[in-house]
Structures are given as C-alpha cells and as structure tokens.
C-alpha cells in the first residue's frame, strides 16, 4: 500500500497526478510506511455537485424501506470481506477486540439502522411527525407537520480513532433519510475508511453518487458548503470551534468532541460488593481499549475517600493480570500503541501537564513500556504508552477536569456526599458520558438530578445489569450519542433521531383531502369510497386509500353487558351496579365494557373469508370517547388510513382509521386496527 491512498469521487477512484508532498502513513506499532496522501488538484466543488444532483437524485427514486434494504445488504457486503478490513485495522494499533468494537460495531448500526427504518419509517418518502392540529371548528382546515429529506450533501469529518465505525454511524443515518455522503477521514487511518469504501463500491448495490470519499486534508470543503447541506464532525473541541466558525451561514453542522467523561463509585459499593467489581473491570476496559483512544474514555475515576486506596489496588491487580502491551499482530497481546509517534508525544505531554497541576502517577509510568512484538522482532518504533492512573488530593484542580490525555490516562478524585460527587461530574464542562456503579437507588436518584444536564448519556452498573451492560464506552444506535457544552452539543445515533437531523421538518397546511394526497396518510374529512367491494376482499395492489365500509347498526341490551361481565370476569361496578355507576361522574348509570363495543365493532366490518386479509396484529390510539348504556346502538366506519407494502415480503401492513358512533351520531370510540394484508390476490 505505499502508493498514494485513492479517494473515490463522482463515481471513480481517483488519485493526484503528483505525490509530491504527499503526507507518509505509518504502521503503529514498527514505523513501516504504509501508504501516502494528497488531495492536490481535487476538485471539491465538482464532488458536492456531483452528491446534490447524481447522488440526490438516485435516492430521492427509493423510499425509506428500499434504502433501509440496502443497509442491510451493505451490511452483509462487509461482512463477507470484514477479515480484509481486520488485518487492515491491525496496522492502526488496533487488537482484535478494538477491531471488533470499530468494524463489527458499524457493521451492526447498518444493520440496526435497516431495521428500524422498516419497522419505524413508512414504505414512502414523507414521515409524518405527531398528531393532526385541528384549526378550523368544521374540520376543514388542518395541521400537521412533516419530515422531507434535505436537498444537499452530508459531509462527514471523521477522527482516527474509530475509521470505519465512525463513517457508518453517520452514514447509515443520511443514506436512510435520502442524503448523499461525502466522507473526509482522518490521515493516520485513513486507509482503513478507504478499505471499506472500497468493498462497497465494488459490491455494486452503492446507488450513484450516495457515497463519495476524499482521501486527505480538504481546506476549502467548508467554503463551498450551502443551504441544504449537512456537516458531522468528531474530533477535538478546539478544532470542532474553527470549523463551526467557517461553516457558511444556513448550514447545519453538528459536532461530537472530545469530553473528560466521569466514572462515579457508589458509597455502598465498596470492595467485594458486585458494584466495585464492575467498576474496576470497567475502568480497566476503558484505560486499555483502543489504548484509551475514546471519545467515550473515562478520564475522571471518581470515588469515596475511603474507596481510593481499594480502587488503585484492585486497578492495579487488573492490569498486571489481563494486559498485555505490544504489536496487535503478536500472540496474546491484548492492548496495542497509539496511533502514531505524533499522538504519542501529544499524549505524554498531557500527562505531563496533569501532573504539574498536582496529579500524582499511581498506577504505570510515562516511560516506554516493554512490549510484545512479532516473533520477538523490534517495536522500538512503535506508538506504545503504558495505562496509568494519576491520584489528585485536590479533586477542584482545574486541569483533571480540562486536560484530556487522549490514552490509556485516566484521573482518580475523591468525594464525601452525592452532591460533591455530581459537582465534580459537573466541572468537565459537558461530557459524552457518565457511568454510576451503585445498587442504592437513592443515591443513584440524587446524583441523576445533579448530572443529566451535564451529560448525553448516564449509564448506572449494578449487579443486575453488569453482565448485560454494552459498557460505558458503547454508543448504541438506539441511543443518542453526544452531550453538551464541551462535548460537541450534538446528537448522533438515537435511532431514528439521527435520520430526522438529515431532514426538515416543515408544518403543512390544508384541508384533509390535501393533506391526505401530501402525506400519503387518510385525514378524517378527506374524500372515503364505498364501491360496493368489501375493502377486506382486496389485495394492496387493489386497495386504495380512503376506501371504507360503513357497517350496519347493533343494540346493546342489559343482557349483553350481564353476559359479557360473567364470561370475561370484568365486574367492574360501572358495568353491574346501577347506583354506584349513576354516582360516577363519568357515567349516566350502568354502561357496557368498553371491549365489548370493540369486540363487536370487529363483527360488524369484518368480512370472515379467507385472504387477501391475513392477519390483524394488533390496535392503536384507542379512546373511548362516550359512554353507552343499554338500549343505544352502535356502527362503525373502518377507512384504510395507510398503506405499508414490505419490500422483502409478500404482504404488507394496512392501517385502518376506525371510529364507532351511536345512533345519535356521538364518538363512541376511535382507534387504528392493523392489518397484514397480501400485495396480490392469491389464486387461491
């Protein structure tokens, strides 16, 4: 790999014509060259063309669920190649479980991403957002907001610490809401992102211009950004502030930045409880995991006075006995270097900053580490740094909570009351994460009141969910991954959040008959058909939206609710005792079971024969709305609200708007049923 690191743009790999000044890229742990970059004569402004119309145009032809489907088969795509990417990612400094939480866990957010979009995105191109917004008392005129995708280009600035993790997690995302992507990677890893770029262009399932690559710096990307597009980036704070400051007006840029993250030890978990193991093991994954090269990283170990000297020992202990420093590629190593000489140095300077503000090493050393190499080669030109632990007796020193050491370094601080401890949670100025390791529910409760807003996210570790935890340095896609102040301020991930961050949320106004052909969703008002064939006996290829049935009328007797009552065991008082009922300020008497009226609503639409109907999975929204006592009579109208057909089956989902009236007109009960119904009529 020593020629120049291609990027890939306007759908072609491309390289410069002269390597001159070409940045040199080395391995990790021996110094070896591995690759050069340079972006001389790139054309930028022609790339963010290319992404806002080839690239736009391609994904606006697909609809949520197509490109959720596509994740997933980019998923399997890297599946199939991941050991490429595993001996690549070796190179980095990375272990084989480093390796796994960075290629394994962006291969899981396509998965997870492809999921959710299925399962929580329409088979459209809008996503309605909330409840309709009546604005007219006739109910001609109505709100709702909805989401359409940005017209521009997402531009991912991304850190070298997690070079393929860190593209996907804000890829999948983009691709899902129907953005194109451009990916700036970090240099010193640089060649990993353009290894999985690579296995996705080659799959041939990348729609064109969806996906584009540049291979090294980029000093005028943020200039040419406008209205439309989308910049996300991960780094430090500093630089995350002069990039913002160059970001043109009216484009969204959101930052995820270095954050001096806390691990907070319960006062009852003291040692030998489960709580203080978790801790320590916690704590010693976080120090050696990708050479404590997080984001998400504990920096602040903070614990009871009385815990300090159990803590450092049991650290200690752990260390000696699980970790192993050396080149990734050698038996049992277990902890790699840093990912470059420069990094190391950087490192090792804060470290030495930490320690002139009072922090004391108890834990490990800033000299060079013996290590592990290759067949006992030399790896006296690696990155190594050992883990180290510096105690602070004054836990208020400003810089524990503002100098990052951005490795295997962490601080211990002590506290005496949850409030010193949340106080000191509070002084990073923002932070990623938190971690709480206590099984004493009030502690945990006083100290969330003082950390939430300081925070992205708080993990608690107890004895009942440390076997199950993902731990505190795993952002899962469910969750949003960001925090405050220091930390960047932004929110990734967080499930179909971070699909809506890519999309604008616009109120849209007008009758429901507009709104209906806008959103692709059935307003009650719009326009309903009735044209003679039970909307049941149709296939989704025959069903359209708005087609109704209107079902005949049925009497409630006193019998009925008597019979309903016994049968079920519901002899709530409202059903049975006329004077209790009639003393209720809800009730004129004694009333019939709300499911009861559900039950019979089904009766009166439900067409019994077999297909296109398959299954009815379930309801939604229900409300009664007025009560019904014996002797009033009930119909229903069910209209077809929304039609969900699924890519990779053979039916899809039918929302139906059901709405059951008295003989006086009244709402009796509203609610959604759905329905798997089959795409076509089976012969059958």
């Known amino acids: 790999m020593s020629e120049v690191l291609p990027g890939y743009i306007k759908g072609a790999w491309w390289t410069p014509e002269s390597d001159a000044g070409a940045l040199i890229v080395r391995d990790a742990s021996t110094g070896a060259e591995i690759t050069r970059v340079s972006t001389d004569g790139i054309d930028l402004a022609s790339a963010l063309e290319y992404a806002r119309t080839v690239g736009q145009a391609s994904l606006g032809a697909l609809t949520f669920h197509q490109r959720a489907v596509l994740l997933k088969q980019f998923a ?27 290629i394994d866990g962006g291969i899981g957010v396509l998965f997870a991403y492809s999921g959710k979009g299925r399962r929580e995105l329409p088979n459209s191109q809008v996503f309605v957002d909330g409840p309709i917004e009546p604005l007219s008392k006739d109910g001609t005129f109505l709100g709702r907001h909805v989401f359409t995708r940005l017209p521009g280009v997402a531009v991912q600035v991304n850190a070298f610490n997690f070079p393929v993790w860190g593209s996907l997690e804000k890829f999948a995302p983009a691709f899902l809401a129907g953005m194109p992507t451009l990916v700036k990677p970090a240099t010193p890893t640089g060649y990993l992102a353009e290894a999985f770029v690579r296995i996705l262009v080659e799959s041939g399932l990348l729609p064109d211009g969806s996906l584009q690559l540049v291979s090294g710096s980029v000093p005028t990307l943020l ?37 001096i993250n806390a691990s907070v030890l319960g006062p009852d978990a003291t040692d030998g409880t489960p709580e203080f193991d978790a801790y320590v093991r916690q704590l010693v994954t976080e ?47 277990t902890m790699g270097p840093l990912v470059s000489l420069a990094q190391r140095d950087e490192v090792l300077r804060q470290v030495q900053a930490l320690q002139d503000a009072g922090g004391r090493i108890v834990i490990g050393t800033s000299d060079a580490p013996e290590v592990r190499g290759i067949d006992g080669s030399s790896t006296a030109d690696g990155a190594f740094v050992a883990p180290m632990l510096l105690r602070f007796d004054d836990a208020n020193a400003d810089a524990v909570h503002e100098v990052e050491a951005f490795g295997p370094v962490a601080s211990l601080l002590t506290y005496g009351t949850p409030s010193e401890a949340a106080a000191l949670v509070a002084r990073g100025g923002g932070s990623l994460v938190t971690s709480v390791a206590t099984h004493d529910a009030s502690f945990a409760t006083e100290l969330m009141t003082g950390i939430a807003a300081s925070n992205g996210r708080v993990l608690f570790l107890d004895r009942d969910d440390a076997r199950s935890s993902t731990g505190h340095g795993s952002p899962m896609p469910g969750l949003v991954h960001g925090g405050p102040g220091r930390a960047g301020g932004g929110e990734e991930l967080g499930g179909i959040r971070a699909v809506l961050h890519h999309m604008q949320r616009t109120a849209v106004q007008g009758s429901p008959d507009m709104l209906t052909a806008l959103t692709g969703v059935w307003h009650a008002g719009a326009s309903a058909r009735a044209d003679g064939t039970h909307p049941f006996r149709k296939s989704l290829a025959e069903l359209r939206i708005g087609d109704r049935i209107a079902s005949a009328s049925r009497e409630v007797t006193l019998d009925d609710i008597e019979t309903f009552a016994h049968f079920t065991g ?11 009922a009639s003393a209720n300020p809800f009730f004129p008497g004694r009333v019939a079971h709300g499911y009861l009226l559900v039950s019979w609503a089904a009766g009166l639409f439900v067409d019994p024969e077999p297909g296109p109907v398959l299954a009815n999975y379930g309801l939604e929204n229900l409300r009664f709305i007025t009560p019904v006592s014996p002797g009033d009579s009930i119909r229903v109208d069910l209209t077809a609200k929304q039609i969900t057909p699924r890519e990779t089956d053979e039916y899809g989902e039918v929302r139906w708007d059901a709405v059951i009236r008295n003989q006086n007109d009244d709402t009796v009960a509203t609610y959604d049923v759905l329905t798997l119904v089959e795409k076509e009529r089976s012969a059958a």
């Open 76 to 102: 399997l795509a890297l599946t199939e190649r991941k050991d490429e990417l595993y001996a690549l990612s070796a190179r980095t400094g990375a272990t084989k479980s480093d390796s796994w939480v960075d």
């Open 223 to 259: 200039e040419e950004l406008r209205l439309g597009d989308v910049v996300g980036f991960t780094g430090s704070a500093s630089t995350a502030s002069g990039l913002r400051a160059r970001t043109p007006g009216g484009v969204r840029f959101t930052a995820e930045t270095d954050s």
């Open 287 to 333: 120090l050696t995991t990708k050479a404590g090269q997080k984001c998400t990283a504990i920096r602040r170990a903070i614990v009871p006075t009385a815990s300090a000297d159990a803590v450092i020992d049991a650290v200690r202990a752990r260390l000696e006995a699980k970790v192993v420093i050396g080149d990734p590629r050698a038996e049992d190593v």
């Open 570 to 580: 519901d002899t709530f008082y409202a059903h049975m005792d006329e004077k209790a």
